[in-house]
């Protein structure tokens, strides 16, 4: 719970780093944006549309849809597992539970984001490569 508020704290204050400590714990709390060489071909930006869906949403109806899937963490996304690879998923791709979305590379270590129901992947909100905070719209499955 501390490391998120202090997270949260980063995000509004714009600092790139926090370290507190208390009664003998400490804990720092960092955010880099860095580019790196993994660069696999970008992610299609375009929604699978039914007749009776709404021409577009707007970025603050999304992150309040049903089957919106939310960033767990701060981080980098990758699309694939390694560069050159194929996406883990595509619009339009079946997931099931569990299923690996993406990868968020946070401080070093590689995140896999899970699939949290089953579904189809409508919308894919997020770039390979893009900058991710915290509670951020990663895609809907519906």
Known sequence: MLIRE?????????????????SGLKVR???TVQMTAFS??????QAVQRPSDAPSAAPADL????????????GTAYMA?????????????????????????AMKT??????PRAGTITRV??????????GEPLFIIE
């Open 81 to 105: 597992p390694e560069p050159g690879a194929s996406n883990f998923v595509e619009i339009g791709s079946r997931v099931t539970e569990g299923q690996t979305l993406m990868i968020i590379e």
């Open 110 to 115: 590689m995140n896999h984001i899970p699939a």
């Open 29 to 31: 709390v960092a955010r």
């Open 6 to 22: 202090l997270a949260e704290l980063l995000n509004e204050t714009g600092l790139t780093e926090i370290e507190i400590e208390r």
């Open 125 to 134: 909100l997020v770039e390979n490569s893009q900058p991710i905070e915290f």
């Open 63 to 74: 992150a309040n849809h049903p089957g919106v899937v939310k960033s767990p963490m701060v």
């Open 40 to 45: 696999p071909a970008p992610v299609a930006q």
